[in-house]
């Protein structure tokens, strides 16, 4: 029978409460879980994040994986896996007035002007741009039939809690626009596979008509190793991100959601960075969930 806790010398008494406010204060950290390495992955700006093993898809440290935020522009990721699935890369549009009137950011759409899917892909993955999104869903059927093409490309992959009503991931309060890091994850890595989507995420900048586009993801001249990503803002969902980077044979893909970047603190790349880097010192060995 164990010793009650009044008849334990002082010293020994000091040292369990010592021990149980620890394991306690342990327990009250929201959210985080991470593999058992000696250094505990970086926190930042992001409130919800996770980095993850892109070939294996084993997640090896996350805060609030499954946690429900707005996308904002990351969900052109999924928008892209449905035109690449179902459009021919020089398959062409005639951009009308409606497609081209978009809350910006843009890439300067002009009604009348004749693009190929690949020209929209480029406009919407390396510059963000609405208008590219919203003339891709003409290309798709219109914006309905787009946003249910894009829900039904989630739930197949496995996404069960992304939900968009929009093709650009503009939102506004009452639309149903949410995505976890955990979901965001399996869009991207799902997307990487695809060579073309994999070719256009990495390019620094493309030729698009009537101007020169250049990749927005600024990642990409800070961290070696980048190859591919995908930022995102609006006031609701605040900065999102998601990108994959290669060292020495291994892939990493990182989330990060709803981002609340103070002054003087660590910038999201700062964040994203870290994150990386303590993905690439970790063994893998032990991990804490997959996608």
């Given at each position: 029978?164990?010793?009650?806790?009044?008849?334990?010398?002082?010293?020994?008494?000091?040292r369990a409460f010592a021990v149980l406010s620890a394991l306690l204060l342990a327990l009250t950290v929201p959210g985080v879980a991470r593999a058992d390495t000696a250094a505990p992955p970086p926190e930042g700006p992001a409130q919800a994040w996770l980095v993850a093993d892109l070939d294996s898809g084993q997640i090896l440290a996350a805060r609030d994986p499954y946690a429900s935020h707005a996308p904002a522009s990351t969900i052109k990721v999924l928008?892209?896996?449905?035109?690449?699935?179902?459009?021919?890369?020089?398959?062409?549009?005639?951009?009308?007035?409606?497609?081209?009137?978009?809350?910006?950011?843009?890439?300067?759409?002009?009604?009348?002007?004749?693009?190929?899917?690949?020209?929209?892909?480029?406009?919407?993955?390396?510059?963000?741009?609405?208008?590219?999104?919203?003339?891709l869903a003409h290309m798709l059927g219109g914006r309905e039939a787009a946003v249910e093409k894009m829900n039904a490309k989630a739930?197949?992959?496995?996404?069960?809690?992304?939900?968009?009503?929009?093709?650009?991931?503009?939102?506004?309060?009452?639309?149903?626009?949410?995505?976890?890091?955990?979901?965001?994850?399996?869009?991207?890595?799902?997307?990487?596979?695809?060579?073309?989507?994999a070719e256009i995420t990495r390019q620094p900048a493309a030729d698009f008509p009537g101007r020169v586009l250049h990749n927005q993801n600024e990642?990409?001249?800070?961290?070696?190793?980048?190859?591919?990503?995908?930022?995102?803002?609006?006031?609701?969902?605040?900065?999102?991100?998601?990108?994959?980077?290669?060292?020495?044979?291994?892939?990493?893909?990182?989330?990060?959601?709803?981002?609340?970047?103070?002054?003087g603190g660590p910038t999201y790349w700062d964040q994203a960075a870290s994150l990386f880097d303590w993905g690439f010192a970790n063994d893998g060995q032990v991990t804490v969930g997959s996608l």
């Open positions: 029978m164990s010793e009650p806790m009044s008849s334990l010398p002082l010293s020994r008494r000091y928008l892209a896996l449905v035109a690449l699935d179902e459009l021919p890369l020089d398959a062409t549009v005639v951009a009308d007035a409606a497609d081209s009137h978009a809350e910006c950011n843009c890439v300067g759409i002009k009604a009348g002007q004749v693009y190929t899917t690949h020209d929209l892909l480029e406009g919407a993955l390396l510059e963000s741009g609405n208008d590219a999104a919203n003339t739930a197949a992959l496995g996404a069960t809690g992304t939900h968009t009503a929009s093709p650009s991931g503009l939102d506004a309060p009452g639309m149903d626009m949410r995505s976890t890091p955990h979901d965001l994850a399996v869009i991207f890595r799902a997307a990487l596979a695809n060579p073309v989507f990642l990409m001249y800070r961290y070696p190793g980048v190859i591919g990503g995908k930022t995102g803002f609006t006031d609701i969902a605040r900065k999102t991100y998601v990108a994959a980077a290669e060292r020495d044979g291994k892939r990493l893909v990182v989330v990060m959601m709803y981002g609340l970047v103070h002054e």
